[in-house]
């Protein structure tokens, strides 16, 4: 069996596309976990927005940019270009969280929220995967290589 590399195509959706986060778990009272609208971070307009952050930070700072001093304005970036909507989120009220662009960047720029805005990145970061396919290769393929040259 080969690998059918068209499976593997990259397919990116603009609007998005839901994405579960199961590293904090199920949710109790909906059996559901919360999760994400998130566009690929390898969306155009993220990956030249990121990449104009970081050259302005290059060349206010005179050298490349740690992942910290990046922030918050990173978490802007990924709040504006990548998220585009989420469900499960409570406030500390147990009141829903409606998402709102406006809170996105609210809870993406805050240090006390370093963990949603990475939830978000690996999220993004599976959009437009596809489940990789084999096909039948060749008998030759899969034979043992000879010992003899």
Known sequence: MGLKISSLEHVVDDEGEWEDIKVWGLDPSTQKYPRVKVRSLLSKDYQTAREMLIQKETSNLGR?????EL???LGELVATHLLRGWEG????DGKSLAWSMKT???YLTNAAYRAVESQVILAASRVGDRDAK??????KNSE????TI
Do not use: K, R, V
Request: charged share 20%; proline share 16%.
């Open 64 to 68: 490349a940019p740690t992942s910290p």
């Open 71 to 73: 922030e918050p304005a």
């Open 89 to 92: 989120f409570d406030g500390d």
């Open 104 to 106: 996105g960047i609210d």
């Open 134 to 139: 084999f096909t039948e290769a060749a008998a």
């Open 144 to 147: 043992a290589p000879s010992a």
